[in-house]
């Protein structure tokens, strides 16, 4: 198993900004059945008129397009805030992110966002069979913390780990309305 395991390794970015920015494009333009997104803000995602265009057209393609949001009234985003020396920013980060993902996606059939109340190790963005696992590192923002770029393969079990709890968290989100 630890070899199937190794072998989804596709690459390890040392942190965040270190990903080239077309392959977040890439990664998600790839989805022919699921786009996921896990995050507390994710904004440089919800700021990219690109990658928001891509969500909107896969949806409309009939990609499921799942985001997962902190709540910004949640313990956990509050001690997040903390954690990174920027308390409140973090609620309001993710407040402003609510609204560029309304004014692009709003109203897009397949396009669903929830709101997670969560301790978060790690962002976790989904294309299909392809992840890209931020780990979280307290006292840093997620930009300057370790990407692996992930993709299932049989025998496998890294992949099924991270999407099994991303389905657990999704489970016992609340929904977003506009």
Avoid at 166 to 174: G, L, M
Wanted: glycine content about 8%; hydrophobic content about 45%; charged content about 25%.
């Amino acid at each position: 198993m630890a070899s199937a395991s190794e072998s989804e390794i596709l690459n390890i970015y040392p942190q965040r900004w270190a990903v080239p920015r077309d392959a977040w494009g890439r990664l998600f333009e790839t989805a022919e059945n699921e786009i996921g997104v896990l995050v507390y803000s994710g904004l440089f995602l919800a700021e990219d008129a690109g990658v928001l265009r891509t969500f909107a057209d896969k949806a409309r393609d009939g990609v499921r397009v799942r985001i997962l949001l902190g709540d910004p009234e949640s313990a956990h985003v509050a001690n997040r805030g903390a954690d990174e020396g920027i308390d409140d920013a973090m609620a309001a980060k993710i407040r402003n992110v609510m609204v560029l993902y309304d004014r692009a996606l709003g109203g897009v059939d397949g396009v669903e966002l929830r709101l997670h109340d969560t301790v978060l190790y790690n962002s976790v963005y989904r294309a299909d069979e392809q992840l890209l696992v931020n780990t979280h590192v307290h006292g840093f923002g997620a930009s300057h913390a370790p990407v692996l770029h992930l993709k299932r393969i049989p025998g496998g079990e890294m992949v099924n780990t991270y999407v099994e709890s991303f389905d657990r968290i999704w489970a016992q989100a609340k929904p977003v309305h506009s």
